[in-house]
C-alpha cells in the first residue's frame, strides 16, 4: 500500500506522550509499504526531523500557524461554521502541501493523526479516489464537554465552554465522512457510537516498546512518585493540580520525606511554581530520557479526570514493572483490575492510601510491577498494535 500520513504534530524518536504511536506506526508500516509523511513542526523540533524521515518515502512539514488574536476567536465564535477549536490549527499552506503531494503521487490511503489533522481531510476535493482514515485519539467535544463538567468556572472550565460551541456537529460531521475512524480503546469506540450509531470504528490500541522500557534492576528505588506528561495538553496539566490539592498532602503526611517527580515537556506556570513552593515536587522539562525516572521512584500516579483516549504514559509504567495507582479514566484501554496489575481508585482520599501502601509494602510494590510488566509484554507491544492497524487499512482499501 501507499499511505498517507497527515499529523498536527511531528512524531519523532525523542517524542512523548500521544505522538509516539504514530512515530511507531510510520517506523513498522514502512517495512512492507510505501509511507510518506506531512505534518505540521514547531522551529524546535526540525531537527528531529531526519529521525522520523528515514522511514518515509516523501517527509514534508509545515510550519504551525500563528496564534490566533482574541478578536480572531470572537469572530470565529459569532460567525464560522468551522468550530474555534479547529480554527486555531487551520493552516492554508497545509491545505496546499496535501494538494501538492496528492498530485504527484497517487495514494491508497490518506490516515490523519489526530481530529485535528481530520479537518484537511474533511470534503476534500483533492483527495477524491482515495480513502480516509481518520484516527481519533481524542473526541475534542467529549472532551471539552468534560473538562467543563470537572473544571466549570475555573478559567480551564470557561475555556473549555467557550470552544464547545459548534463542535460537536461539526466533529461528528467529519468523522461520518471518513471510510474508517480509529480509536484507541474500546471505551472512545463507545463513546462515538452513542452520538453516531452509523459510524464505521475500529479500535486500534496504544503499544509500547517492551525491550526500550524495561527496568535495568541497578537504580535503587527512592521514596518517590512519578507523573509523566506533555503540559500544554490541559488533562495532564490539571492532574498534576489535582493530585497535588487533595492527594499529595495526604501522602506527605504519611511518608514525610516522599518525593514527586513531575517529568515532561513545557510544564505550565502553575507547575513550576508549584515546584518553587514544595521543594519535594521536582518539575524536570524535558528530558532526553524519561526511564531513569521510571528507575527511581516507587510508584507511578496518574490522577488524570478528564480528557480521553489512551494514556500511553500508563503502558510505559507497566512495562518498567513500576506499580501504579491510577483512576479510572487513566486506565481506559487496559484491561487491568485493580489490585491485580495496578489500582483503580476515583476518590482522592482513597488514591492517597493506595499510594501510601505500595511506598510502606515492597512485596506489593513487586507483585504489581510483575503483573503490569507481564501484561504489557503480552498484549501491548507495539508491533501487535500496528499489525491490526495494517490489516484494517488493507481491509478499507479493498473495500473499493
Request: negative net charge; hydrophobic residues 40%; charged residues 30%.
Amino acid at each position: 500500500m501507499d499511505i498517507l500520513f497527515v499529523c498536527k504534530t511531528l512524531p519523532h524518536e525523542k517524542v512523548i506522550g500521544g505522538p509516539i504511536i504514530i512515530y511507531q506506526r510510520v517506523r513498522l508500516l514502512s517495512q512492507r509499504h510505501d509511507v510518506s509523511l506531512l505534518s505540521f513542526c514547531s522551529d524546535e523540533e526540525r531537527e528531529f526531523v531526519p529521525t522520523v524521515a528515514r522511514f518515509c518515502r516523501e517527509c514534508v512539514t509545515v510550519p504551525f500557524p500563528p496564534p490566533r488574536t482574541a478578536l480572531q476567536k470572537l469572530r470565529g465564535f459569532i460567525s464560522s461554521s468551522v468550530p474555534n477549536y479547529f480554527l486555531n490549527n487551520f493552516s492554508p499552506a497545509m491545505y496546499d502541501r496535501l494538494r501538492e503531494m496528492v498530485g504527484r503521487r497517487h495514494y491508497d490511503v490518506v490516515i490523519s493523526e489526530y481530529s485535528m489533522a481530520a479537518q484537511y481531510l474533511f470534503r476534500n476535493p483533492d483527495l477524491a479516489g482515495i480513502k480516509r482514515v481518520m484516527s481519533v485519539h481524542e473526541c475534542y467535544y467529549l472532551a471539552r464537554r468534560k473538562a467543563w463538567q470537572v473544571q466549570r468556572f475555573s478559567r480551564e472550565g470557561l475555556s473549555a465552554l467557550f470552544y464547545l460551541r459548534g463542535l460537536r456537529r461539526f466533529e461528528f460531521e467529519m468523522y461520518g465522512d471518513a471510510d474508517r475512524v480509529l480509536v484507541l480503546t474500546p471505551e472512545g469506540r463507545d463513546e462515538l457510537l452513542r452520538f453516531a450509531p452509523d459510524l464505521r470504528v475500529t479500535v486500534v490500541p496504544h503499544g509500547v516498546d517492551v525491550e526500550h522500557f524495561c527496568s535495568s534492576g541497578t537504580c535503587e528505588r527512592e521514596d518517590a512518585l512519578m507523573f509523566l506528561g506533555n503540559y500544554p495538553h490541559d488533562p495532564n496539566r490539571d492532574a498534576v493540580i489535582w493530585f497535588s490539592e487533595e492527594m499529595w498532602p495526604l501522602i506527605k503526611r504519611e511518608v514525610p520525606g516522599v518525593r514527586f517527580y513531575v517529568v515532561g515537556k513545557d510544564p505550565t506556570p502553575d507547575l513550576l511554581e508549584l515546584a518553587r513552593r514544595d521543594p519535594a515536587v521536582v518539575v524536570t522539562g524535558t528530558v532526553d530520557d524519561v526511564r531513569p525516572y521510571f528507575e527511581r521512584s516507587k510508584v507511578f500516579v496518574c490522577p488524570v479526570r478528564i480528557g480521553g483516549g489512551f494514556r500511553g504514559k500508563i503502558l510505559e509504567a507497566m512495562s518498567m514493572g513500576l506499580p501504579i495507582v491510577t483512576t479510572s479514566l487513566g486506565a481506559e484501554g487496559v484491561p487491568a483490575k485493580s489490585g491485580g496489575q495496578m489500582f483503580i481508585e476515583d476518590d482522592p482520599e482513597s488514591f492517597a492510601h493506595r499510594v501510601v501502601e505500595l511506598l510502606r509494602d515492597e512485596d506489593l510494590c513487586r507483585r504489581l510491577g510483575e503483573e503490569a510488566r507481564s501484561m504489557a509484554v503480552e498484549r501491548f507491544s507495539w508491533e501487535k498494535g500496528v499489525e491490526l492497524l495494517e490489516r484494517v487499512l488493507e481491509e478499507v482499501v479493498a473495500e473499493g
